[in-house]
DNA sequence: CAAATTCTTCAGTAATTATTGAAACTTATG
DNA sequence: CATAAGTTTCAATAATTACTGAAGAATTTG
C-alpha cells in the first residue's frame, strides 16, 4: 500500500473510532473497501496493517459476526479470504435503526420510575419516549425504501449488461 | 436516590456508552432526566453519582456543548442547576445525521483512489456512497416532520391548558 | 494418519481514556 | 475591595480497552 492508501485507511479507522466502533475495525473494513481484487487474507491484511494475527482474527470474526464482512476461498487455495457483504451499509444502519427501541424502553422504565410525581418533571422522559418511538416507526420505511431502490439499480445495470453481450 | 434509580441512572450511562459517547455523559443525563425539580447543582450531582466536582464539571461543560443540557439559575442563589435542554434528543439525532456526510466523503475518497480500477473492485464505495447519499437526502426530511409534529402536539397541550383556566 | 499450513484463543502488556483532587480562577456580596 | 462561594483546569493516577505473540486447535493434503 502507498501512503495515501495507508493515510485513507487510518482515516477510515477513526471514522469508526468517532462512531463508536473499534479503530481496528474500521481499518480492516477500510483495507477491504479499496482492495482490488476485492478479498484479502488474514495474513495480507496483517501485513497491509502492520498488526497481528490475533488481532486480525479477532477483527475479521467480530466483522463478520456484525455481517459486515464474509468469508471467501479461491478453489485450491487452502487459506481464507474475506471481502465486503454487499448489503454491509444498510446492515449498520439496521444496528442503528434497533438501537432506537433500546432508548424508548429506557424513556419509559424512567417514566414508571417517576410514576405519579409532577407533570412537569416528567416532560423530558416524555418527550424521549415520543421521540424514539417515532423514530422507530419511521426508520423502517426509509430503509425499505432503500432497498427497493438499491434493487431496481442493480436490476438496470444487469439489463444493460445482458443487452451488451 | 435509592437503589432503584442509581441502577436506572448506570444503565442510563451503560446506554450512552454503547452508543460511543462516555458513561459519565450518559449518567449526569440521566440524572437529570428523573431529577424532580429538574434541575441538579453541580454539588448535587456529584454526590448522587459519587463522582468528583471536576469529574462533573467536565462532564456538564459537555453536554452544555452538545446543547442537551443548559444552566439554570434561581433567583437569589448564587450556584447554577443544570436540566435537560427541550429538544435535546432531536439535537443527538441531527448530530448523527450530519455524521452521515462523513461517511459520504470517506466512501468518495476512496473512489477517487481507485479511479481507474476495475469497476468490480468499486463495487463496495459505489454502495457506501450511493447508501449514505440517498440517507443525507432522507433523513433531514424525516427530522424536520417530527418537529412539526411535536410543534402541534405541545400546541394542543397549550390550548387546552388554556381552555381550562 | 502424520505433517504442514492456517486459524483462534488468551494471558500478558501497551496504549488510551476517564477520573480525581488540589490549586487557580471567577464571580457575587457586604 | 476583601472575603466567601462556586467553578474550572490540569497533572497525576486509576480503570478500561486494544493489541501482541506464543501455544494450541483445527483443517487440509499427500
Known amino acids: 500500500m502507498d501512503e495515501e492508501r495507508r493515510r485513507y485507511v487510518e482515516e477510515f479507522g477513526l471514522l469508526f473510532g468517532q462512531f463508536g466502533l473499534s479503530r481496528m475495525l474500521g481499518r480492516v473494513l477500510g483495507v477491504l473497501m479499496i482492495s482490488d481484487p476485492p ?8 501485513e497491509e ?5 490475533g488481532s486480525i482474527s479477532q477483527t475479521t470474526r467480530s ?8 468469508r471467501w476461498s479461491r478453489p485450491g487455495e487452502r487459506r481464507d479470504y474475506f471481502r ?3 448489503g454491509a451499509w444498510h446492515e449498520i444502519m439496521r444496528r442503528e435503526m434497533e438501537a432506537l427501541g433500546d432508548f424508548r424502553k429506557m424513556a419509559e422504565r424512567g417514566l414508571d420510575l417517576l410514576d405519579s410525581e409532577d407533570p412537569y418533571a416528567r416532560r423530558s422522559l416524555e418527550e424521549m419516549r415520543d421521540f424514539y418511538t417515532y423514530w422507530e416507526r419511521e426508520m423502517p ?12 439499480r442493480d436490476q438496470k445495470a444487469l439489463d444493460s ?3 451488451q453481450s
Do not use: C, H, N, Y
Request: neutral net charge.
Open 39 to 46: 478479498e484479502r487474507s488474514a495474513e495480507e491484511l496483517a
Open 49 to 53: 496493517l502492520g498488526a497481528s494475527r
Open 63 to 70: 466483522l463478520i459476526q456484525m455481517s459486515l464482512v464474509q
Open 84 to 86: 465486503i457483504k454487499p
Open 141 to 152: 420505511t426509509v430503509l425499505d425504501r432503500w432497498e427497493q431502490e438499491s434493487r431496481s
Open 161 to 163: 449488461t445482458f443487452r
